[in-house]
């Protein structure tokens, strides 16, 4: 009787989980993720390097169009990456642990990390218009912080955590503009590789 | 043994404790994604979701999308108190035991 109970209470419990949260992310998505933004960002970092003898230097009239095209054309390669290796690994996940991927709460959690996100992309897209290149990276890193922190409620809660870490990180880059690069590193590399570490362990 | 004849009856398949949970913590949920996230069949849900419906926990709702039928729940007032006062009591088991 009492064992019945108990099991009853545990499939309660991971019924209002399953249904509620977007719980395929994988750890390894993270780290992924992660890897390709270091590997990514020391590309970008010694390519500014190279053309401009001094990175990301605050004075921003002086790049030139056509690093900015490269700069642009490593990042969007960065987030197919990213993107994919995320993608990957999550229905790996999925269909390890038989859950349904494409649920309310996947659909809620994507509407709640997109909305930031966009208005992030905008945001920069004007930073570029403008030549305010030395702004891209701090807030890049303050938009993303936000957007992990707003999907929270809809997959592992852990993700505010790296969210927060986004955030901080992005407020000390607003003040040292000259080094966005080396901060974009660390909050999108190093970060996603410990975060993804962390909860791979953790749920495994 | 008072406490066990709180547990409610209605409640006492896994099916049925399955489609409370979900509904608990989500608004209208449709009959593809109950079924995908309980692992049961077609019919083993319409049977019990129609058992709930007859006693006013849950509501179901039949609309049409285009020109397929589309049914969803959502768990009554009704529903939502019964079903925490049966978690308690399930609760108050294990406490006292």
Same mark, same amino acid.
């Given at each position: 009787m009492?064992?019945?109970?108990?099991e009853?209470l545990?499939?309660i419990?991971?019924?209002?989980?399953?249904?509620?949260?977007?719980?395929?992310?994988?750890?390894?998505?993270?780290?992924f993720?992660?890897?390709s933004?270091? =590997?990514?960002?020391?590309?970008?970092?010694?390519?500014?390097?190279?053309?401009d003898?001094?990175?990301?230097y605050?004075?921003?009239?002086?790049?030139?169009?056509?690093?900015?095209?490269q700069?642009?054309?490593?990042?969007?390669?960065?987030?197919?990456?990213?993107l994919?290796?995320? =993608?990957?690994?999550?229905?790996?996940?999925?269909?390890?642990?038989?859950?349904?991927?494409?649920?309310?709460?996947?659909k809620?959690m994507?509407?709640?990390?997109a909305i930031?996100?966009?208005?992030?992309g905008?945001?920069?897209?004007?930073?570029?218009y403008?030549?305010?290149?030395?702004?891209l990276a701090?807030?890049?890193l303050l938009?993303y912080g936000?957007?992990?922190?707003?999907a929270e409620?809809?997959?592992?809660?852990?993700?505010?955590y790296?969210g927060?870490?986004?955030?901080?990180?992005?407020?000390i880059s607003?003040?040292?503009v000259?080094s966005?690069?080396?901060?974009?590193?660390?909050?999108?590399?190093?970060?996603? =590789?410990?975060?993804?570490?962390i909860v791979?362990?953790?749920?495994? | 043994?008072?406490?066990?004849?709180?547990? #409610?009856?209605?409640?006492e398949?896994?099916?049925?404790?399955?489609?409370m949970s979900?509904?608990m913590?989500n608004?209208?949920?449709?009959?593809t994604?109950m079924?995908?996230?309980? #692992?049961?069949?077609?019919?083993n849900?319409?049977?019990?979701?129609?058992?709930?419906?007859?006693?006013d926990y849950?509501?179901?709702?039949?609309?049409?999308v285009?020109?397929?039928?589309k049914t969803?729940y959502r768990?009554?007032?009704?529903?939502?108190?019964?079903?925490?006062?049966?978690?308690?009591?399930?609760?108050?088991?294990?406490?006292?035991?």
């Amino acid at each position: 009787m009492n064992q019945k109970h108990q099991e009853d209470l545990s499939h309660i419990r991971s019924m209002m989980e399953r249904s509620s949260r977007f719980i395929s992310l994988s750890g390894l998505s993270g780290v992924f993720a992660g890897l390709s933004a270091l =590997i990514g960002g020391l590309y970008a970092y010694q390519l500014v390097d190279r053309v401009d003898g001094e990175y990301f230097y605050a004075n921003s009239i002086s790049y030139k169009e056509d690093l900015i095209s490269q700069l642009f054309f490593i990042a969007m390669l960065i987030l197919f990456f990213a993107l994919s290796f995320g =993608i990957f690994f999550t229905i790996r996940k999925s269909r390890k642990y038989n859950l349904p991927i494409w649920t309310v709460a996947t659909k809620k959690m994507l509407v709640n990390l997109a909305i930031p996100l966009l208005v992030g992309g905008v945001f920069c897209l004007a930073l570029l218009y403008h030549g305010f290149f030395v702004l891209l990276a701090p807030t890049t890193l303050l938009f993303y912080g936000l957007a992990l922190i707003n999907a929270e409620k809809y997959t592992f809660s852990d993700i505010k955590y790296l969210g927060f870490c986004e955030l901080i990180l992005g407020c000390i880059s607003l003040f040292y503009v000259g080094s966005g690069l080396v901060f974009w590193i660390i909050g999108f590399g190093v970060l996603h =590789i410990l975060y993804g570490l962390i909860v791979f362990k953790k749920y495994k | 043994m008072g406490i066990i004849d709180k547990l #409610n009856k209605d409640f006492e398949s896994r099916v049925r404790l399955g489609i409370m949970s979900i509904l608990m913590v989500n608004d209208w949920v449709d009959f593809t994604e109950m079924k995908a996230l309980l #692992n049961i069949t077609d019919g083993n849900l319409a049977s019990h979701s129609s058992a709930l419906e007859k006693g006013d926990y849950i509501e179901i709702k039949k609309e049409f999308v285009g020109k397929k039928p589309k049914t969803s729940y959502r768990v009554t007032n009704l529903g939502r108190v019964s079903f925490v006062s049966h978690l308690n009591s399930l609760e108050k088991l294990f406490k006292t035991k």
